[in-house]
């Protein structure tokens, strides 16, 4: 990876302030020795210009988290954690095979607060065969009562090919009930608007100033480097993306090759990006926006398309924004889909 940043030429690091996020992740980075990170952000470092003010996230898993390993990374510059909880409920935490424990999962919580870490986020799970609504509020209730900053929060998909779809073919387990998901996600909604927490993003809850800077970029268009096996960069108009196996992205890199494959999107990928991206945001689509970089027909068009939904009920014009209401966040995607050009 360090080879990688030390060769990339995507594009021009010409923004005022230079690098304003670094996020490690996926995969588990908090299992790396505090000398490899170290080296990673140097090279960063050496490469681009950070903002001194910029938000630094690890991804970590409870089970990785001590107060030795929080000080390391804090001292090298680690600002904020996102920590992959998913259940604070013993049972859950065994059927989806996670290392760590419930107690280790509220321990964690208190250790970071310990370190000094006042920007964290969690992630929690929702729709699980196992989970009735009132285990899903005690998981809530304990995200809220221990004051998380920031809370990811997913409904449990069940991938192809995986063991759990292999067992819920054979009906060895229970299948996933898409209702029991719509209305866990419109429960955790409200408990978390009535806690204080602000719903900036469909999956992202967030206390007031506390959002996740790096995740927000994404939503807001804003190009991204990314380096080692699959990462995806973009840097507005462009998008790339890195091999996916690990021992051919070594190969090349050592032959001082970046192995990677671009597209440049069209025009109206670009407007279809921003209207999938911007519509998951409490802000909502910008009408003005779209007028302004792509058309007036454009946008007319745009409004047009989403009169429906402003029928349903689904959406609600705003300021001259589309904006989801809370039964349209169920629909999301789909109705992103509905107003592509």
């Given at each position: 990876m360090i080879k990688e940043i030390e060769l990339t030429p995507f594009f021009d690091n010409n923004d005022a302030g230079g690098?304003?996020?670094?996020?490690?992740?996926?995969?588990?980075?908090?299992?790396?020795?505090?000398?490899?990170?170290?080296?990673i952000l140097n090279a960063l470092h050496s490469k681009f210009t950070i903002d001194p003010a910029a938000e630094i996230t690890l991804e970590a898993n409870p089970d990785d988290i001590t107060i030795k390993s929080l000080q390391q990374w804090k001292?090298?510059?680690?600002?904020?954690?996102?920590?992959?909880?998913?259940?604070?409920?013993?049972e859950e935490l065994?059927?989806?095979?996670?290392?760590?424990?419930?107690?280790?999962?509220?321990n964690c919580i208190d250790t970071i607060k310990e370190a000094g870490f006042n920007n964290f986020s969690?992630?929690?799970?929702?729709?699980?065969?196992?989970?009735?609504?009132?285990?899903?509020?005690?998981?809530?209730?304990?995200?809220?009562?221990?004051n998380i900053p920031h809370i990811s929060s997913y409904a449990l998909t069940v991938e192809p090919k995986t063991l759990l779809n292999k067992l819920i073919?054979?009906?060895?387990?229970?299948?996933?009930?898409?209702?029991?998901?719509?209305e866990q996600f419109l429960l955790l909604i409200n408990w978390m608007e009535t806690a204080g927490y602000e719903h900036y993003e469909i999956s992202s809850f967030a206390?007031?100033?506390?959002?996740?800077?790096?995740?927000?970029?994404?939503?807001?268009?804003?190009?991204?480097?990314?380096?080692?096996p699959s990462a995806?960069?973009?840097?507005?108009?462009?998008?790339?993306?890195?091999?996916a196996n690990n021992a051919a992205y070594i190969r090349s890199l050592q032959n001082n090759h970046i192995p990677f494959e671009e597209e440049l999107l069209t025009t109206t990928q670009q407007l279809n990006e921003y209207i999938m991206t911007s519509i998951r945001t409490i802000e909502g689509t910008d009408l003005t926006y779209?007028?302004?970089?792509?058309?007036?027909?454009?946008?007319?068009?745009?409004?047009?398309?989403?009169?429906?939904?402003?029928?349903?009920?689904?959406?609600?014009?705003?300021?001259?924004?589309?904006?989801?209401?809370?039964?349209?966040?169920?629909?999301?995607?789909?109705?992103?889909?509905?107003?592509?050009?």
């Open positions: 690098i304003q996020t670094i996020y490690f992740g996926g995969g588990t980075p908090s299992i790396l020795q505090q000398v490899d990170l170290q080296k001292a090298m510059g680690i600002n904020r954690l996102s920590v992959g909880i998913q259940s604070f409920a013993e065994k059927w989806m095979n996670r290392a760590h424990t419930a107690a280790e999962a509220i969690i992630d929690l799970i929702y729709g699980s065969p196992l989970l009735n609504n009132e285990g899903w509020k005690r998981n809530v209730d304990i995200a809220i009562e221990h073919a054979k009906k060895v387990q229970a299948a996933v009930s898409s209702n029991r998901q719509a206390l007031p100033g506390l959002r996740s800077k790096h995740n927000s970029s994404y939503w807001q268009g804003k190009q991204y480097y990314a380096f080692g995806h960069s973009f840097d507005g108009k462009k998008r790339r993306w890195n091999i779209v007028a302004t970089i792509f058309g007036k027909d454009i946008a007319g068009t745009l409004i047009k398309s989403a009169e429906k939904w402003v029928g349903g009920e689904k959406i609600y014009t705003q300021n001259n924004f589309l904006i989801l209401t809370g039964q349209g966040k169920l629909f999301a995607d789909g109705i992103a889909a509905d107003l592509f050009f």
